[in-house]
């Protein structure tokens, strides 16, 4: 490792990285500070699941000291082209300067089965790469973070230990904010159009009865879509949780047949003008998620 | 007597004044024992409250931090996981790949061979992998029917040197589709139409030109910063069409300069041009001059929304291409053209518009002539709709005109299905 880093010789004081997420990025930018420049390919709009490896962005992973991705398969159809292209030889996989974010992470939906294939969705064989919306992922991955940058940026160590410290810190306090707003719905059901979501209900307890897709990245079709009716009116769902970049006529259809509020939030920094970093990402999902609660509450 | 008397009497009063005193002790006591009551459930209503108090405050403490204090159901993905040890044990094997292009060609052309006929056009078989920390293998085997009898082929096998000493420079070696534009490198299955545009078929045959050969690329520094690559190519002299064919010993020399901009983050444009040079009969300027010069220009504009990206994209995609062909001796049966320079032209544009997410319409206008006979000419015109059922299989119908100055016009219809099997690495932007 130690002759790996030598060779690169980063001897410089900052360091450009490159994510592929702007969840990434914020996080990246909380624990690097000033000794950090932080681009993401994919903005918080768009579905991480599909960005196009254009040339630029091979560009931008030709200048990167640093690649961060989630990883779990999510970047499966880019993120090989951009560092094939970049010719750059530091962030390639098994070099310092490639980190995978997810290490340590707590996982769900790791399939079980003996055979994953096609014919269950766009499933990912080492588990629902969403994860950073469980707000204790954030935690592990601003450690995996701050530790990758300590070994590239050793002199300022001190630094980013800090900068952890003080993101540990307001995360305690914004979590029990979170946990506090989020009480009152403990144990309460929601759909979903996605599987982006089940890191998010399992941390503040929500139950998601079904999902909009029949199987995940297959789009909802009318068979399925009645299915999701009868679940959602059995189970008294009052909440569809979506993603900014899906269409919203599915899910306003079942909304008009159950009574139910579409929640539409962003699933990513960048997804809406609130969500500036990740501390305002998890507060829009949450307000929203509250709102859309007392909404269909009152109706 | 007297004594006995007061004695008696004292003896009889006295339980009466213990009596009394008893009386007034057991008052005493019980109003001690209010008293202590009182008090006693003072405090316990006030250690109540208090003990409701903490339990208040333990339990808003709890719902704060139980939800961390809870186990994880899975963690770490670092050991791998049972259900991947399938993909773990595989992980040293290339990535295979299977991609069916059945097609139904319906056309009033009477000498095609598929003419109204089914096809399993073609079978291709990928492998890819890393072969070691400098390098990528990629391996591309065609199986085609032909004459009724099915053939394999080598369609692409290259080694890329992916880490070179000169910093943005890249190598290929091995058997590849040459860096000619866009089309030409494009394989059957993820073309956007059902068939290549005229020029190509017209210039390089087929399926393009894919020769043996080495090929190094470039990233140009410019203080833009911006994409701008150079690729320098030698390859083998194969392709009988524009140059001399399989019997040949020379070689072919290709350059290509590829400048990538963003307009926004949603739009971009590629602007491209190519340049091949090599002998078209091999003959080494025995009978006069023989070389061929092909020259090439691409422009391409994409747009993709961000937010509804996956929903609607819009590629706009033209190439030109100018061939100047030497031949010493050609006779086509009327007359002999010598020491000649034969040129010619092809070109075409094309515009996909996706409106859903599973669908896309498309256009094509070709326009060709041909290397050897450049009296004769090609307009065609295409129309076509994809629906992509998902990432890995789409079904795909087009209408062809083709009016030809040499032979008659052609209406054609294909009815196309593409499959995959395997994780086939996604193909350029």
Known sequence: ?299 | MKKAIILFIIILFIPLFAADARGSEVAQLQQEMAALRSQFSEMKMSYETRINQLETKIEDIQKTYSIRAQTPQITSPVQPQSTSLGRYFQSFNPDVSVIGDFTYHATDRKNEEFRNQFQMRQTELAFSASVDPYARGDFFFHIEQENGDWHIGLCEGYLTLLTLPIEGLQAKAGKFKVEFGKANKYHLHNLPWVDYPNMITNYFGEEGMSEPGVSASYLIPNPWNKYMELTGQVVNNSNGVSFAGTDSKDLVYLGHLKAFFDINEESTVEAGSSLAVGSNTGSHGKFGKDMTALEGLDLTYKWRPLQKGLYKSLTFQNELLFSQKDRPYFDDGTDIIDGKTLNSWGAYSSLEYQFAKRWTAFGRYDFSEFPDYTKNRENAYSLGLTFAQSEYCLWRVQFKRTNRNYDKDENAVWLQCDFGLGPHRKHEY
């Open chain 1, 1 to 299: 490792m130690l002759l790996a880093m030598s060779s690169f010789a980063y001897g410089k004081d900052t360091l450009n990285v490159l994510t592929t997420t702007e969840d990434l990025k914020s996080i990246t930018e909380a624990i690097g500070g000033d000794k950090v420049k932080v681009d993401s390919l994919a903005k918080g709009l768009q579905d991480p699941h599909f960005v196009d490896a254009k040339p630029s962005f091979m560009m931008k992973a030709k200048n990167a000291d640093l690649f961060i991705r989630i990883g779990l398969e999510l970047e499966i159809g880019y993120e090989e082209l951009i560092i094939d292209g970049s010719r750059n030889q530091k962030i390639r996989i098994g070099n310092p300067g490639h980190l995978d974010a997810s290490e340590g992470v707590y996982l769900l939906e790791v399939p079980t089965t003996a055979k994953v294939d096609r014919s269950m969705g766009d499933v990912h064989p080492m588990g629902n790469p969403h994860y950073w919306l469980d707000p204790e992922n954030a935690r592990i991955v601003a450690r995996n973070i701050a530790g990758r940058l300590s070994e590239i940026l050793p002199e300022n160590d001190g630094y980013f230990k800090e900068n952890l410290k003080a993101f540990d810190k307001k995360m305690d306090e914004k979590t029990a904010e979170w946990n506090r707003k989020m009480a009152p719905f403990k144990g309460k059901k929601i759909a979903i159009y996605h599987r982006s979501w089940p890191y998010f209900a399992d941390r503040f307890g929500l139950v998601i009865a079904c999902e909009l897709e029949p199987k995940p990245g297959i789009p909802p079709s009318p068979g399925h879509l009645k299915e999701v009716i009868d679940i959602m009116k059995r189970d008294n769902v009052k909440i569809i949780l979506m993603e900014v970049f899906y269409d919203e006529k599915p899910a306003q259809f079942v909304a008009a047949q159950t009574g139910a509020e579409v929640v539409v939030v962003p699933n990513s920094v960048g997804g809406t003008k609130d969500a500036k970093d990740y501390f305002s990402l998890i507060d829009t999902i949450v307000e929203k998620i509250a709102a859309g609660f007392q909404v269909s509450g009152k109706e």
